[in-house]
């Protein structure tokens, strides 16, 4: 799996989405910290930015499985920080913890695939169709519902504890997915359905892989290329720095 060739316009990408993701997370800091009037952020708009942020980490993520040399290992270790990420807001932001957030869906995904493309000898390349696929139908699971274009189908009301109201209970299924009724996380990343676009990101390194030459998979713009190098610890810093900032401003 592991690959030793460094793709720098990758790095700058993830850079750009890291500068994409402080601005999205100090505009909620100011929003519902400083309780500042931003009328215009909670629009559609604003979901829009927020899905682009999302959608390209893990894409990013995916696609990079393929350079790394103890994958295992490094999904492990970015679930470990995730499962702090939940212990540090959980004493500071116990109204609107991180359970169950984008670090331990990375990890959670870099851990299962990863341990899944040992077991495979030979990944098909017309299966990154498949996953874009599975990620479009099962997009809506956390809504509780499957969907197929136009059509809706709607899952147990069981699966996801509507008439028990299970809130933080059977957190195994909200992990999975199946986003329990009264369950409160401020960024929330369920195995169903994101896996599958991690899936989608790690299946394009195989359609790319023969263009690595190409000018355009080598293009290093400074600093982003240093921050999508550094990107976890990055990630792991900003917000202690922007929760810094917000108290200054009041």
């Given at each position: 799996?592991?690959?030793n060739s460094r ?22 800091d100011l929003k ?43 999904g492990m270790i ?173």
């Amino acid at each position: 799996m592991s690959n030793n060739s460094r793709l720098e316009s990758i790095d700058t990408l993830r850079g750009f989405t890291m500068i994409g993701m402080i601005l999205y997370h100090f505009c909620w800091d100011l929003k519902f910290i400083n309780r500042f009037d931003m009328p215009w952020y909670g629009t559609k708009w604003t979901y829009i930015w927020q899905q682009s942020i999302c959608w390209s980490f893990i894409l990013i993520s995916g696609f990079c499985l393929h350079f790394a040399k103890k994958p295992i290992k490094n999904g492990m270790i970015v679930f470990a920080c995730g499962l702090i990420v939940t212990a540090v807001t959980l004493v500071a932001l116990p109204k609107s913890p991180v359970i169950f957030g984008v670090l331990t869906l990375h990890g959670s995904a870099m851990i299962l695939v990863a341990f899944g493309d040992k077991l495979i000898k030979k990944r098909p390349k017309p299966a990154i169709i498949l996953w874009a696929l599975l990620f479009a139908i099962t997009k809506t699971i956390n809504k509780g519902y499957l969907c197929f274009g136009f059509s809706k189908l709607y899952l147990p009301e069981a699966l996801y504890g509507k008439e028990l109201h299970q809130g933080m209970k059977n957190l195994h299924l909200t992990y999975l997915g199946f986003k329990q009724e009264g369950f409160v996380s401020s960024d929330y990343f369920s195995i169903l359905p994101w896996i599958f676009l991690f899936l989608t990101g790690f299946f394009l390194y195989d359609l790319l892989e023969h263009d690595f030459n190409n000018k355009a998979f080598h293009i290093d713009i400074k600093p982003f290329s240093w921050l999508g190098k550094h990107s976890l610890l990055i990630y792991m810093l900003h917000q202690p720095v922007l929760y810094g900032i917000s108290m200054l401003l009041g």
